[in-house]
């Protein structure tokens, strides 16, 4: 039987204008490699699926192209040939998890020192390459910083962070973003007309968005949507593949949550469940409906052309962001996360999404809605405020009262002769040794070894 080659692998770009959603690396790239400008080493970042290993392979064909059209590689000639069937001697790939030691790398240095065997430049791809070991990114370093002539690296990763700062510093870097669902959505329309294959535009927009930003997963996804039915491909045919939640399911089981009808959101969960739905799926989906309920609460009618669903869902989640205040919406949106991180570490998935969708209904039941609400109110600014202010004045009376407590008895008689309508701005020497008796007196009650001293 002959050897089938997957469909990301068959369409596989080969030029730099064939790059999809990365328009300002492809044009960087292909500027240097047109003016002879090409640096010695390379730092591509980026998530997974988005052409970093294919912009190297492009861009080792481009430098060591024998029939250049202008930037881009003839993908004809007998070098292009090499590096595209992977038999290159001068161009390697290096996978950074199974070669991640010291010794590897000191390896590949004695390798470097060699001239190119066949063609112009040598051109070393490092893939995952914060995998490596601290030695062996300190080994890497000098080579990195004074390169033999006509050596090239070029350093693919999905966690740049991880890197230290030495070797990012002597790398130009560029950054592979997610691509958008409508490049993703735009393509898989061009390989579906180019293929015969017979596809509905709902199918592939619903393709394009769980493909999370990566082009190869989507045309992974599609390979594997097109094995299913040999009718065309529909968007029922897509979810029930992937295991995801209808729209028009996900909006009656949160009509259900917005009710605070517990009962019927765990009815409409097992129905989904039992048709083979993903749980992780189905946490994605209503994430991606709070979604649209906040951008429509917080933003209003600006906020819905952000918002992927039909018009009838779309109208649905537009009055029912108006039952509750954004910060409901958002307080619930908190609450599912948190379930969701659950949910990577629990053997009882549905549980932990029953859970989930129960502790929503409590946020609209009207009785608990008023009772967050007004939390949220005792917590704002402008009450902690008061409450501080009062706090300092109740602190400084105190302490004026202890102030006072403390003073001697003395004080006690003045009292006494307020009492008998006494001015104390009046006392002279007379008047304090008539009272001087009951002064004494009060202070032998209150402090005898005071009185003795006296």
């Not at 790239?29 to 392979?57: E, I, Q, W």
């Not at 929503?360 to 109110?377: F, G, Q, R, W």
Request: aromatic share 6%; net charge negative.
């Amino acid at each position: 039987m002959r050897e089938y080659i997957s469909l990301y692998r068959r369409l596989r770009p080969s030029r730099f204008s064939d790059i999809v959603g990365q328009p300002h690396v492809s044009r960087t790239l292909s500027n240097a490699v047109a003016k002879g400008r090409v640096n010695h080493a390379y730092l591509f970042c980026g998530p997974r699926g988005t052409g970093k290993t294919t912009t190297a392979r492009i861009l080792a064909k481009a430098v060591n192209c024998l029939d250049p059209k202008g930037a881009e590689p003839c993908n004809n000639c007998s070098s292009c040939t090499r590096i595209g069937k992977g038999s290159s001697m001068d161009v390697v790939e290096i996978d950074g998890a199974s070669n991640r030691g010291i010794d590897e790398i000191r390896e590949l240095r004695e390798k470097i020192k060699l001239v190119p065997a066949e063609e112009k430049y040598k051109v070393y791809i490092v893939d995952e390459v914060h995998m490596l070991t601290g030695e062996a990114f300190n080994a890497l370093l000098k080579t990195l910083e004074e390169p033999p002539q006509r050596t090239i690296f070029i350093l693919a990763t999905t966690e740049p962070h991880k890197l230290p700062e030495t070797i990012l510093s002597r790398c130009q870097r560029f950054d592979f973003r997610r691509i958008s669902s409508k490049e993703i959505e735009k393509y898989l329309k061009k390989v579906t007309a180019d293929s015969n294959i017979g596809a509905e535009p709902e199918a592939l927009k619903l393709i394009a968005k769980m493909s999370g930003g990566s082009l190869r997963d989507a045309l992974s996804l599609l390979e594997q949507c097109t094995l299913f039915s040999e009718n065309g491909l529909s968007k029922d045919n897509v979810e029930l593949i992937l295991g995801k939640a209808e729209d028009a399911v996900i909006k009656d089981l949160m009509g259900a949550v917005f009710k605070g009808d517990a009962a019927k959101a765990v009815e409409i969960l097992e129905s989904i469940i039992s048709e083979g739905r993903d749980i992780s799926y189905i946490f994605n989906d209503i994430m991606e409906y709070f979604r649209g309920l906040l951008l429509a609460a917080a933003a209003g009618d600006q906020g819905l052309p952000l918002i992927n669903y039909e018009e009838e869902i779309l109208e649905e989640i537009k009055k029912q962001a108006d039952l509750f205040p954004a910060e409901i919406f958002f307080k619930m949106a908190e609450e599912l996360a948190d379930y969701e991180k659950k949910l990577k570490w629990s053997n009882q998935p549905q549980l932990i999404l029953e859970l989930a969708v129960i502790k929503l209904c409590t946020y609209c039941v009207p009785k608990a809605a008023k009772e967050s609400a007004s939390v949220s109110d005792e917590l704002s600014p402008a009450v902690l405020e008061e409450r501080k202010g009062k706090a300092v004045s109740a602190a400084a009376e105190k302490e004026a009262l202890n102030a006072q407590d403390k003073i001697s008895p003395l004080g006690e008689p003045k009292e006494a002769e307020t009492q008998r309508g006494m001015d104390q701005t009046d006392l002279d020497f007379e008047t304090i040794c008539s009272c001087w008796p009951e002064i004494m007196g009060l202070i032998k009650k209150k402090m005898i070894s005071l009185h003795a001293l006296l």
